[in-house]
């Protein structure tokens, strides 16, 4: 089974762009894992790692989810490539283990408490003159200002400056790239993630506000009782 998939495979045009997003991540990172041992962090189901390891020496991918690891062993597997199941703010390796790290739409997912275990494991893990490759949406694209993430799985979204924070706590030494596509494929994107105005700060509090109410007027509500008297 290859990595590329068909248009054919995808119910919409909106999953087939999602797709080659999120696959020009390892399209970028075929150079920098060429002959070296990989570790990625957040493998999903598996078709990257696989694409990866027809150009790195070795591959280490994993994933928090046993079905996900499942479904790899089965769909995509390779002599040179190997998945676990395992927590990647809680690496299991020893030191200076791999040459380059990938972890792609992963560390939106992370609790921002436990980020530093991620990226400190991360660290620990990379060889020296190592590499890692993070990807992250940019919440600029998705979000309105004061917006939490739509997406519940995310803990936390960056734009560029957040990120480029983050990264200076960690690291000296870092490039910060944006995946973008042509107009007419920008416009699709946006559509799919761009939240409307009235929706974001009217219609969504509103209704909030509203369920909440409900709940606390059922809760707080008394049965009322009845008396019933007969003439004689």
């Not at 999903?44 to 790899?72: F, P, Q, W």
């Not at 995509?76 to 030191?95: A, C, I, Q, W």
């Amino acid at each position: 089974m290859g990595a590329v998939k068909d248009k054919k495979e995808f119910e919409t045009i909106e999953e087939y762009i999602e797709f080659l997003r999120h696959f020009a991540s390892y399209l970028f990172a075929e150079e920098y894992v060429t002959d070296n041992d990989i570790l990625e962090i957040g493998c999903g189901n598996g078709y990257g790692s696989y694409h990866l390891s027809e150009y790195a020496r070795s591959v280490t991918a994993i994933d928090m989810s046993k079905e996900n690891i499942h479904y790899c062993a089965n769909h995509y597997s390779k002599d040179n490539l190997r998945y676990m199941v395992t927590d990647g703010t809680n690496l299991p390796f020893h030191e200076n283990s791999f040459d380059c790290v990938i972890s792609f739409q992963v560390i939106e997912h992370i609790d921002p408490e436990n980020v530093t275990l991620y990226i400190e494991g991360i660290k620990k893990v990379l060889k020296d003159k190592g590499i890692l490759i993070l990807t992250t949406p940019n919440k600029k694209l998705r979000l309105l200002p004061f917006q939490k993430p739509w997406n519940e799985e995310h803990m936390v979204e960056y734009d560029k400056k957040s990120f480029e924070k983050l990264l200076s706590q960690y690291f000296t030494n870092f490039n910060i790239f944006g995946v973008v596509g042509s107009k007419k494929i920008l416009k699709i994107e946006l559509n799919r993630v761009k939240q409307s105005y009235f929706n974001v700060y009217i219609y969504r509090p509103l209704t909030k506000l509203a369920k909440k109410f409900w709940k606390t007027s059922k809760n707080n509500k008394t049965p009322t009782k009845t008396k019933i008297s007969s003439k004689k």
